[in-house]
């Protein structure tokens, strides 16, 4: 029997400002080879199962692509699993002989309800040829009892593409190249990666994150209600309350143990944007009375935002057209359809910057929630941009909501590229949004792995689990017990017993005072 995984291999490609490319080849010795290599000062560095690949140029270069070739032994794998590079990503385990399903809709509505913007559509190449799947940040080949994980030791630098090829028994891996060019002297590390020989998924998991260093943050898992799928967008302060004391009488006859009660306000006080600016109709008070209520009853207070994007409607699409992001030819930087359409802001513009900072400081102090669900967050880093990589935004981007938040605040991250989550977040969601049906209408199901679905969130639920309590909390989405969605009892069961097991955040959006003795008994057993 074989390794599953051997000696990386890698490549750099380079070049001199005003010059050809050159290439430069790196064996597992160390050996270097190709043209002008020493002007790059390329360097190899192997410390026990972790692998640096390192640059100290003569001259200022411009990296073009850094890339490293794993023989892997795939005809023998039982299992293949790469992480799916935005939290609603699909991330399962596959036969290495699977091929990657994406859209199978015309191109026409993909571009009309901007279908490719959550994913990594825009900037990796399909190819869904058998034996030719691709991830991010990290994955791992299982056989029997044994797990060989390769995994980037950090995505603050760039983000890491992994490619299977099933054909040469190899893994790819690639990793973003630094956005601007490396200067003459300076030090630079290209590519970090770990390899990891473990005997189950939850032991190489725990061992690569830490060599990155990566742990969970100190958090309480939570059990509450969120207004999404109980409401959706039509939210007042009214409705609330209302369910806001549903959920406090409900839980106060439980016996919760370690988790927090929490009751998060979803999407719909606002236009996405204008988050200084409630609906005065719908939120007379604003929203303080809404946490501060939740705090009299004994509930953490959670609100949803979306800091990086502003739909078309919003004052702040009319008022900054200035802070918007704008890709190389000009064009606004589009990130989905929902709402009026939501275009990305540009999170190097120091006043936006200041924008967002004041709406972190805003919703966590003068208003008084303790749980920022940030979501869509993935805006941040859609394209380079301001000297900076995918990876640097994003860790840039994430950095300043906490930087901005009161001290104590607790995150749970959402529509989140997850390697660039790990250790950053208390919680995080780890697979799409469930449905109010199992797995949607038959035409949506060619709409992309980041697509609304129960089947596919559950899955998630199941083959992120690994990561719970190691790099995060997992946020597994909501579960149903209510009648009105259209779930067997057996499905129902099912979810609520994966959140409850798997996760750090169980919710719910019905209305609690609603459940009969047979739905709250349910959910006594999941409390454990």
Request: net charge negative.
């Amino acid at each position: 029997m074989t390794a599953l995984l051997g000696e990386p291999t890698f490549c750099v490609c380079w070049h001199v400002a005003s010059d050809q490319g050159r290439v430069a080849h790196v064996q597992p010795s160390g050996l270097v080879t190709g043209a002008d290599a020493a002007t790059l000062g390329i360097s190899l560095v192997r410390d026990g199962e972790c692998w640096r690949l390192c640059a100290e140029p003569r001259r200022e270069v411009v990296i073009d692509a850094v890339e490293a070739t794993l023989p892997a032994a795939l005809g023998e794998a039982t299992a293949l699993y790469l992480n799916g590079y935005n939290s609603w990503t699909d991330s399962v385990e596959r036969s290495p002989r699977d091929r990657m399903r994406n859209f199978s809709v015309p191109r026409v509505a993909i571009r009309h309800w901007v279908l490719d913007a959550s994913g990594d559509y825009r900037f990796v190449e399909e190819d869904e040829r058998p034996g030719h799947q691709h991830g991010f940040t990290y994955g791992y080949l299982r056989r029997d009892g044994e797990v060989a994980l390769v995994g980037s030791l950090g995505e603050d630098t760039g983000m890491t593409l992994i490619r299977e090829d099933l054909p040469a028994e190899a893994l790819l891996v690639s990793k973003e190249p630094p956005a601007a060019p490396v200067a003459a002297g300076v030090r630079r590390c290209l590519l970090g990666l770990a390899i990891v020989c473990a005997g189950s998924v939850g032991e190489a998991v725990e061992r690569w994150l830490a060599l990155c260093g990566v742990c969970a943050l100190p958090c309480s898992p939570l059990v509450g209600y969120t207004s999404w799928y109980r409401h959706y967008t039509d939210i007042s302060e009214q409705c609330l309350l209302h369910d806001l004391n549903a959920l406090a009488d409900c839980l106060g006859s439980f016996e919760l143990g370690e988790r927090r009660p929490t009751f998060q306000v979803d999407d719909g006080y606002t236009r996405v944007g204008d988050w200084l600016h409630p609906d005065g109709e719908k939120f007379p008070h604003g929203l303080s009375p809404v946490a501060a209520a939740a705090r009299e009853r004994g509930l953490m207070p959670g609100i949803w935002v979306a800091p990086f994007v502003c739909e078309r409607k919003s004052q702040l699409f009319s008022a900054h057209p200035d802070w918007l992001l704008h890709d190389e030819k000009g064009e606004l930087v589009v990130t989905g359809s929902h709402w009026s359409g939501h275009v990305a802001l540009d999170t190097r513009n120091p006043e936006v910057r200041d924008y967002v900072a004041r709406v972190m400081a805003t919703l966590t102090g003068e208003w008084g929630f303790s749980l920022l669900k940030c979501d869509f967050l993935y805006a941040a880093c859609m394209v380079p941009h301001g000297g900076m990589n995918r990876g640097q935004l994003m860790a840039d981007a994430l950095d300043l909501l906490r930087q901005s938040a009161v001290s104590g605040t607790w995150f749970d991250l959402c529509g989140v590229p997850v390697g660039s989550a790990l250790g950053r977040t208390e919680f995080c969601r780890i697979g799409c949004d469930v449905g109010l049906d199992w797995d949607g209408p038959a035409y949506m199901r060619g709409t992309g792995r980041e697509r609304v679905s129960t089947k596919n969130s559950l899955a998630n639920t199941r083959g992120r689990a690994h990561l719970d309590g190691r790099a995060f909390r997992c946020d597994p989405d909501v579960f149903f017990l209510r009648p009105d969605v259209r779930l067997t009892d057996e499905q129902r069961s099912e979810l609520l017993e994966a959140d409850s097991t798997l996760g750090g955040v169980l919710f719910t959006s019905d209305d609690m005072s609603l459940w009969d003795t047979d739905q709250r008994a349910l959910f006594s057993r999941a409390l454990g």
